[in-house]
RNA sequence: CGGGCUGUGGCGCAGCUUGGUUAGCGCGCUGCGUUCGGGACGCAGAGGUCCCCGGUUCAAAUCCGGGCAGCCCGACCA
């Protein structure tokens, strides 16, 4: 085997990461800047990730409705905090129709304030409780510094918003979607390891009380913040008048969450598995599982490769027939390795002539000879294995990278180069300050022994995950 | 929005200091042939307002002025 088609991750890992995104073909710049286009094999993986996601999101009782793209500027401006913390990021429209707008329209940076009017009309009882929708978007925040899938001027997400009779009620099902939706879909379908906390005050989603996150490490060592889940308090509830009679014929205010993943999962997933061959997928998200490859046409070979794709197709897997024999088996081999399908059957005349065929194991790059009657279970094997494997080495490569740190220094010094786990106290008042002057933040808070916090916990006796991020 | 860098075929770059025939190179692309078990080779081709505007000059990719765009590093973010 070869060296590598792009840079190594170790020499310039932002580098590795544009060419894989370009080398896979998953995304190129959109035109306007910070702007993404995503292309085929890109998009079929968010697409996998998407059905995995629904489902979750729908077992926990959650609907999908879908809400405009255009915001009159007056509602972002009834929660004080909200509109702070977007104002800079703000897309506004301003003309339409070839005229001036009386009000101009903000395009949605999330739908929070939208989806809160109408959850104002549509709730009047407390039997009208709790309000679980979801909704697939795209939106809007003004980027300065735009990266393929992690961060750009529009993206693709998911956001819930709900509303529930009481705060515990509410408190319970932020809880519930990072743990069940988020938490589970990361580790056990993208395979990328994640801690989950919540956020200090400076971190918070503005307009939250409480933001819950999923904290993963990508492979230079830094945090990425691949989802949230927020506890927001009749923060809305109040200044959109979401208000029910309750079961004694007084009247309260509704008690909310929101919550969101979005296109950046792609971008975790390429940071959290690629090595220098490029990207490794996980079974569950590969738009192909299996790509079976002629090596050279010829009648017998290509008869052999045709019966193992239908056989391999009828046991269930996506697979892609690679019968382009004008381009080399070489360039081939490698296209398919940097687009991370897990499994490569190469069928050519040397081996057919024995009865066998050659399995290659993506993430492991592990070559097998296997006779024609044992491919389908070969391949049935690394198709159950392969996701627990990618988990098994982000996981360790994690571990590796995070330190316990008793003093802010410390923090600095091992949160440089991946996570460091220090008591809050230890930081002091101006913890998160000093931690900033060396571009690191706290990623996420927990009970020492990494459980989430609850409620009268001294904050002081929690511990801070710390390092840099994207 | 501060600091540094860069704009030259689709992509990556050279040429600019010291203006001077037809602006090169690698990859990619098209055709033909030989190949095909880890990015094949030969031959023949296509493709460029040298970011934009203005100036200097007999002559500007090259020098000067002004714009614009992008990249990297910081502050803000899914």
Avoid at 8 to 16: I, L, N, Q
Wanted: charged share 25%; glycine share 10%; net charge negative.
């Amino acid at each position: 085997m070869t060296k590598g088609a792009i840079v190594s991750r170790a020499e310039d890992f932002p580098r590795w990461y544009q060419e894989v995104i370009a080398g896979a073909e998953m995304a190129d710049n959109g035109p306007a800047r910070g702007t993404m286009v995503i292309r085929p094999w890109g998009y079929g993986i968010w697409e996998l990730m998407q059905a995995e996601l629904d489902r979750r999101i729908k077992e926990a009782g959650a609907e999908n409705a879908y809400f405009p793209l255009f915001i009159p500027e007056s509602f972002l401006k009834l929660e004080a905090e909200h509109v702070e913390g977007f104002a800079p990021e703000l897309a506004v429209v301003t003309h339409g129709g070839g005229k001036e707008l009386e009000e101009p329209l903000v395009v949605r940076p999330t739908s929070e304030t939208v989806i809160n009017s109408f959850f104002s009309k549509w709730v009047q009882s407390h039997r009208d409780l709790p309000l679980l929708v979801n909704q697939w978007a795209n939106v809007v925040r003004w980027e300065l510094r735009p990266r393929l899938f992690l961060r750009t001027t529009e993206f693709l997400w998911q956001e819930g918003h709900t509303a529930h009779a009481t705060e515990e009620d509410a408190r319970a099902y932020a809880l519930r979607i990072l743990d069940e939706v988020y938490r589970t879909t990361m580790v056990d379908i993208l395979g990328v390891p994640v801690l989950t906390g919540h956020k200090t005050a400076r971190e918070r989603f503005a307009g939250a009380n409480r933001t819950w996150t999923c904290e993963g490490m990508m492979g230079d060592g830094k945090a990425l913040q691949m989802g949230t889940s927020h506890e927001l308090g009749q923060n809305f509830a109040r200044p959109f008048d979401i208000a029910f009679s309750n079961a004694s014929g007084g009247r309260d205010y509704v008690w909310q969450t929101s919550w969101g993943v979005s296109t950046r999962l792609v971008g975790a997933l390429v940071m959290g598995h690629g090595d220098d061959f490029g990207l490794r997928l996980p079974p569950a998200l590969a738009p192909a599982q299996v790509v079976v490859l002629i090596v050279k046409d010829a009648p017998e070979v290509r008869s052999a490769a045709d019966a193992l794709v239908a056989e391999l197709r009828q046991a269930g897997h996506r697979v892609r027939l690679d019968d382009r024999t004008d381009t080399s088996f070489g360039r081939r081999s490698v296209d398919w390795e940097l687009k991370g399908v897990p499994v490569r059957v190469e069928v050519g005349p040397r081996d057919l002539a024995e009865g066998n065929v050659t399995v290659v194991t993506r993430h492991r790059r592990e070559k097998e000879n296997v006779a024609l009657g044992s491919v389908g279970a070969a391949v049935a094997t690394v198709l159950a294995t392969a996701g627990a494997e990618l988990l098994a080495e982000a996981t360790a490569a994690r571990d590796a990278r995070t330190v316990e740190a008793g003093s802010l220094a410390e923090a600095v010094e091992a949160g440089s180069e991946g996570f460091a786990r220090v008591r809050l106290g230890a930081l002091g008042p101006d913890g998160e300050d000093r931690l900033a002057e060396h571009a690191i933040s706290v990623r996420c808070l927990q009970r020492p022994d990494g459980s989430l916090a609850q409620v009268g916990d001294a904050e002081d006796d929690l511990v801070a995950v710390v390092g840099r991020s994207y």
